[in-house]
Nanobody, 124 residues
Framework: VQLQASGGGLVQAGDSLRLSCVASGRTLSEYGVAWFRQAPGKEREFVAHIRRNGGHTYYADSVKGRFTISRDNAKNTMYLQMNSLKPEDTAIYYC??????????????????WGQGTQVTVSS
């Protein structure tokens, strides 16, 4: 399975970006999907998760109300819409897919396949 993330860039605080992640080699509908991020000098952290059928979404408190995760199983693609970006959102963003149980969706170990990451930089 290969995951190809794209859509990162340099923006100003308050701007929006949409990240995309295309899966190949597997049918995305078989998996829950998530976004994680890693800021410089920090550990990778959970951002958002959407269940296989797209019926339920989960977010880190730091992005709730600003970010929206979605998926298009027909296109084998997942998205992260990021609005009202803040400098503290600056990080490398990673897409991941797996079949974590609900109690494990916020943990890296719940995901089997990872994308290469896309850089998001938010200037103040």
């Amino acid at each position: 399975v290969q995951l190809q993330a794209s859509g990162g860039g340099l923006v100003q605080a308050g701007d929006s970006l949409r990240l995309s992640c295309v899966a190949s080699g597997r049918t995305l509908s078989e998996y829950g999907v998530a976004w994680f991020r890693q800021a410089p000098g920090k550990e990778r952290e959970f951002v958002a998760h959407i269940r296989r059928n797209g019926g339920h979404t989960y977010y880190a408190d730091s992005v709730k109300g600003r970010f929206t995760i979605s998926r298009d199983n027909a296109k084998n693609t997942m998205y992260l819409q990021m609005n009202s970006l803040k400098p503290e959102d600056t990080a490398i963003y990673y897409c991941a897919i797996g079949t974590p149980i609900l109690s494990n969706i916020r943990h890296e170990g719940g995901y089997r396949y990872w994308g290469q990451g896309t850089q998001v930089t938010v200037s103040s």
